[in-house]
């Protein structure tokens, strides 16, 4: 039985020297965390993760002055040869976005933010008018970027995020991955107006049954309408350690075992030069765990699974990755792993482990903490140890641990308390999506979320 997964036909779009799509191979990136207009720091880091093996590098571009740095970082890296493109990362500011675009390789937009307000949850009502008004203006101010684009052969990234969904859709669609879909598709079909097709496009979740629920919705819709744009795939806000590659491989590896996925990124809170062998590893584990998938089995709701690895991260990754699709489509609600790399005690550990990233059964707490970029306003991550260390014991709580404001309270929109960054030094805390303190100062924030806690029992 040939068990080798079928690539989804995609067209090919060039970032740079770098093809995407097609039949070329599927491209891992990364995304700096040092400020944009710290040439040097960008430049450095930007290093590490090229000779990692990253083929596109993001940067966040918050203003104007970050956009425009982006052409300083290129020529510097080009200058101590290298060539991989850089991809500016906007949110917010429409205005930034058209800079980006006469300085990078490739922008991502977010259609959450681009035009539609920031985000304030409450319930709105729109007439079918009304809506039609607000898809006008984003047209009115999308097409002079496309045509920049067109003029600087620039690619973009369409990139929606579960977690900022506009309330023009969330109250159209609900925060539903319909919803999400939709957000996406009313950007590309402007793009597809323009005859401008140089797109690719991501949709990501923190929560692993609605990335890949999202994503198969995407496609769908898509092939209805007779596109075939490339697809970058990731699991945002995976966390780190084990349970963030756990969660990564799952979520991904459930996509890339249909042979869905161009290029991907394993957002990990760590160093970003760290993502880079996990995602490698992710695409070369894909025909053996197709094959393994395929041929598992499943008796009385148990997915069983006899692997061997080389070490225990590659155990870690072909598990999620096997496990995945089967465990999202709850075709299997229990897991059991065998492996001479494990002790008994270590199988149920990470079969846990796994079952907890599908939202099946949780057995410790669930950290939804992102990876940090030039936006984060903190120590990102002497911050999540030290949350770690004093909530473990809290099973079956869920805390967000966000670096700004971008994603922080739509991605926790089921977490329990969310630490998000306010501005430089500061945070606010949530309860859900409440925000219940505001400006706390960075020193005595973690005490506070604490206390918030400890008085909710």
């Known amino acids: 039985m040939n068990t080798k997964p079928i690539r989804r036909h995609t067209s090919v779009v060039h970032v740079g020297p770098v093809a995407i799509g097609g039949d070329n191979p599927i491209r891992v990136q990364s995304m700096t965390t040092t400020n944009t207009n710290d040439t040097e720091a960008c430049v450095q880091q930007a290093i590490r993760i090229i000779e990692a093996g990253g083929e596109l590098v993001r940067l966040t571009t918050q203003g104007t002055r970050e956009a425009e740095n982006m052409r300083n970082i290129s020529r510097e890296l080009k200058a101590r040869g290298y060539q991989t493109p850089l991809v500016a990362d906007v949110h917010f500011n429409a205005n930034v976005a058209d800079v980006a675009a006469c300085h990078a390789e490739k ?10 307000p920031a985000r304030t949850f409450k319930k709105l009502e729109y007439t079918d008018e009304e809506y039609a008004q607000e898809l006008q203006k984003i047209e009115d101010r999308l097409t002079p970027f496309i045509h920049l684009c067109k003029e600087h052969h620039t690619a973009v990234r369409i990139g929606v995020n579960h977690g900022s969904l506009s309330d023009r859709i969330r109250n159209r669609y609900g925060d539903t991955p319909e919803g999400i879909v939709e957000s996406c598709m009313e950007f590309l079909r402007i793009f597809r107006q323009q005859d401008f097709h140089d797109v690719v496009i991501s949709i990501k979740s923190s929560n692993t049954v609605v990335m890949v629920k999202s994503v198969r919705l995407l496609v769908e819709a898509m092939d209805r309408e007779d596109m075939h744009y490339p697809l970058h795939l990731g699991v945002t806000e995976a966390g780190e350690g084990e349970d963030g590659r756990i ?15 161009d290029t991907i990124r394993v957002s990990l809170s760590e160093e970003p030069e760290c993502e880079i062998p996990v995602a490698k590893k992710l695409v070369s584990l894909i025909d053996e765990c197709t094959a393994l998938r395929n041929d598992a089995v499943i008796s009385d709701d148990t997915l069983c699974l006899d692997l061997q690895a080389a070490d225990l991260e590659e155990l870690q990754l072909k598990a999620a990755m096997t496990a995945g699709a089967l465990l999202i489509d709850r075709r299997a609600t229990n897991l059991v792993i065998h492996s001479p790399l494990l002790s008994e005690d270590q199988a149920r550990e990470l079969a846990d482990a796994i079952l907890q990233a599908a939202r099946i059964k949780f057995t410790k707490t669930e950290y939804i903490s992102c990876p940090g970029c030039g936006r984060t306003l903190y120590d990102l991550q002497k911050t999540i140890a030290r949350i770690k260390a004093a909530t473990s014991h809290l099973v079956g709580l869920k805390i967000g641990i966000m670096g700004c404001i971008v994603n922080g309270p739509g991605e926790m929109a089921d977490a329990d308390y969310g630490y998000v960054g306010a501005g430089p030094g500061k945070v606010s805390l949530y309860r859900g999506q409440e925000c219940v303190e505001k400006n706390i100062p960075e020193a005595e924030a973690v005490d506070h979320l604490l206390r918030l806690i400890e008085e909710d029992k």
Not at 247 to 261: N, R
Request: hydrophobic content about 40%; aromatic content about 4%.
């Open 247 to 261: 969660k990564s491989a799952l979520g991904i590896g459930a996509l890339l075992t249909e042979g869905i996925g």
């Open 107 to 116: 922008v991502r937009i977010n259609p959450g933010n681009y035009v539609d």
